[in-house]
């Protein structure tokens, strides 16, 4: 079992970064795939990107490619989120969750075993 915690979020203007980072308690970090994930007001959680157990290989969806890096340190069991050049459409509640299931990245919610509370982004315009 994992207990994810998410830490970073605030209110930045457009243009902006911020970096996330979710830090897991309990064993064998590295034994899951991490992905994070977003939900704006009235609306569905939805996929951001993942990171492979190793962190070897990532995947971004198409709407943050290029602005989003995402990277793992499993010596310290965390997870990182860095935007840039961040948008008012990126204003939701950012997630990061947990697969133990197998060392692939997926999109779907129902996949992942653990998630973090969240932490809120606000981008300005």
């Known amino acids: 079992q994992v207990r994810l915690e998410e830490s970073g979020g605030g209110l930045v203007q457009a243009g902006g970064s911020l970096r996330l980072s979710c830090a897991a308690s309990g064993r064998s970090f590295s034994y899951y795939v991490m992905a994070w994930f977003r939900q704006a007001p009235g609306k569905e959680r939805k996929f951001v990107g993942g990171?492979?157990?190793?962190?070897?290989?990532?995947y971004l969806n198409d709407s943050v490619k290029g602005r989003f890096t995402i990277s793992r340190d499993n010596s310290k069991n965390t997870v990182s989120l860095q935007m840039n050049s961040l948008k008012p459409e990126d204003t939701a509640v950012y997630y990061c969750a947990a697969d133990s299931t197998a060392d692939v990245i997926r999109a779907g919610i129902y996949v992942y075993d653990y998630w973090g509370q969240g932490t809120q982004v606000t981008v300005s315009s």
């Open positions: 990171i492979t157990r190793s962190g070897d290989k990532t």
